[in-house]
């Protein structure tokens, strides 16, 4: 594995390992307004949550066909189709909010 390589193995894990921390306080959170003890989560959060997520979902999916291609040496071919990825800059690229509300 390439520096390069590593360098995005690690964001991709910091970027999971934060997002757990926000899913968690995110349940705790529903938790807490469904008992009356908070107010719910902000539409606006919400919605950043769900970007952050769907961003992750994809780069997890990118790492597993970057994964495939190396490990089966068939040049990532799927189902007979090229599906190997681009390289991802997940610097930034994670933090744009998508909610349709903006």
């Known amino acids: 594995m390439t520096a390069p390589d590593w360098h ?17 306080r995110y349940v705790l959170r529903l938790l807490d307004a469904d008992a ?4 719910q989560v902000g539409v606006a959060d919400e919605c950043a949550l769900g970007g952050r997520l769907v961003d992750l979902g ?6 597993a066909v970057h ?5 089966n040496g068939d040049g990532g071919a799927i189902d007979d189709e ?11 690229f994670l ?3 998508r ?3 903006h």
Not at 16 to 21: P, T
Not at 58 to 63: D, P, S, T
Not at 82 to 92: A, C, K, S, V
């Open 99 to 101: 909610c349709a509300i």
């Open 58 to 63: 994809y780069a997890l999916q990118n790492r």
């Open 36 to 39: 009356g003890r908070r107010d």
């Open 8 to 24: 995005d193995e690690l964001v991709l894990v910091a970027e999971l390992s934060s997002v757990n921390n926000q899913i968690a």
């Open 82 to 92: 090229d599906l190997r990825p681009t390289q991802l800059d997940l610097d930034g």
């Open 67 to 71: 994964r495939a291609a190396g490990l």
């Open 95 to 97: 933090a744009r909010p």
